[in-house]
T-cell receptor, first 112, second 113 residues
Framework: QKEVEQDPGPLSVPEGAIVSLNCTYS??????FMWYRQYSRKGPELLMY????GNKEDGRFTAQVDKSSKYISLFIRDSQPSDSATYLC????????????FGTGTRLKVLA | NAGVTQTPKFQVLKTGQSMTLQCAQD?????MSWYRQDPGMGLRLIHY???????DQGEVPNGYNVSRSTTEDFPLRLLSAAPSQTSVYFC????????????FGPGTRLTVL
């Protein structure tokens, strides 16, 4: 079993839809949770970062962490064709660790 | 700032050849890392460094060597390339403080024949 599981998609939605992307994980030591966006043939770029449990909102993006269920989510409101990309979740343990574990990524396509 | 730069962008090698993938950053980041990205496997950590002279292994280190002689540079060496090393390689850097953002380079697409 992988430490981080993520549905690879592809996920196709119409423009304006609310998108929900999810990851599950098995390591209860993970404390830091991140979402990256990766456009085709580009490097990943950080979208959201959350420490421990809770919600964080940034514009159209909301990240949720439920440590009791070992489940994290990224919501995209009013999705746009420019949101079409692969979304990767990533996580790591305490501040003394430097190994980031990434999900496989979910490919999202927002149709105009 | 140029951020994280990687060279070359593309490379084709024959089995058994050696090469070095270059990575440099101009943000004075202590932490630098190398990942490989394969379809269905996501990003997997190869090696990382938390400062000049300090390196450690990640999830998939076999077949790769690294060194960190300066803060700015973190080259990745393939001593004897194998077809299984065909992949897209990304370098990333960040400060070492907990949760700090990793900045990724544009990637190197490597094919080993």
């Amino acid at each position: 079993q992988k430490e981080v599981e993520q549905d690879p998609g592809p996920l196709s939605v119409p423009e304006g839809a609310i998108v929900s992307l999810n990851c599950t994980y098995s390591n209860s030591a993970f404390q830091y949770f991140m979402w990256y966006r990766q456009y085709s043939r580009k490097g990943p770029e950080l979208l959201m970062y959350t420490y421990s449990s809770g919600n964080k909102e940034d514009g159209r993006f909301t990240a949720q962490v439920d440590k009791s269920s070992k489940y994290i989510s990224l919501f995209i409101r009013d999705s746009q064709p420019s949101d079409s990309a692969t979304y990767l979740c990533a996580m790591k343990g305490t501040s003394g660790t430097y190994k980031y574990i990434f999900g496989t990524g979910t490919r999202l396509k927002v149709l105009a | 700032n140029a951020g994280v730069t990687q060279t070359p962008k593309f490379q084709v090698l024959k089995t058994g050849q050696s090469m070095t993938l270059q990575c440099a950053q101009d943000m004075n980041h202590e932490y630098m890392s190398w990942y490989r990205q394969d379809p269905g496997m996501g990003l997997r950590l190869i090696h990382y460094s938390v400062g000049a002279g300090i390196t450690d292994q990640g999830e998939v280190p076999n077949g790769y060597n690294v060194s960190r002689s300066t803060t700015e540079d973190f080259p990745l060496r393939l001593l004897s390339a194998a077809p299984s090393q065909t992949s897209v390689y990304f370098c990333a850097s960040s400060l070492v403080q907990a949760g700090d953002t990793q900045y990724f380079g544009p990637g190197t697409r490597l094919t080993v024949l």
